[in-house]
């Protein structure tokens, strides 16, 4: 199995930037998908982003947050971040990463993720 654990969640003021990390154990990392979902309270999941890795890396990101969070990694750290800036009240949720082998047209459906790591908690306020 896979293992992920989420930290760097906090409070932050509208605009702030804040970097959350992703960090695995077990498995072949380089096999998986990662994804980034966020949920706030009485509101569905939602896909934040991913990092497919094909013959190159594939990016993609949610209308939402395309061109304020950045996904990157760390291989020698099995660590996958999300930079996130121009952090917004809208943002503020659990978030979660996520590993599978979802289809590209599934990535961004919490259905095609095999594991899941438990949530760091993002808050943006003034």
């Known amino acids: 199995q896979v293992q992920l654990v989420e930290s760097g969640g906090g409070s932050v003021q509208p605009g702030g930037p804040l970097r959350l990390s992703c960090a695995s154990s077990g498995g072949d990392g380089g096999r998986y998908t990662i994804g980034w979902f966020r949920q706030a309270p009485g509101k569905e999941r939602e896909f934040v982003g991913c990092?497919?890795?094909?013959?190159?890396?594939?990016?993609l990101y949610a209308d939402s947050v395309k061109g304020r969070f950045t996904i990157s990694r760390d291989n020698a750290k099995n660590t996958v971040y999300l930079q996130m800036n121009s952090l917004k009240p809208e943002d503020t949720a659990l978030y979660y990463c996520a590993a599978g082998q979802p289809i590209l047209s599934a990535a961004r459906t919490g259905t095609g993720y095999r594991y899941w790591g438990q949530g760091t908690q993002v808050t943006v306020s003034s």
């Open positions: 990092l497919r890795r094909s013959a190159g890396d594939t990016y």
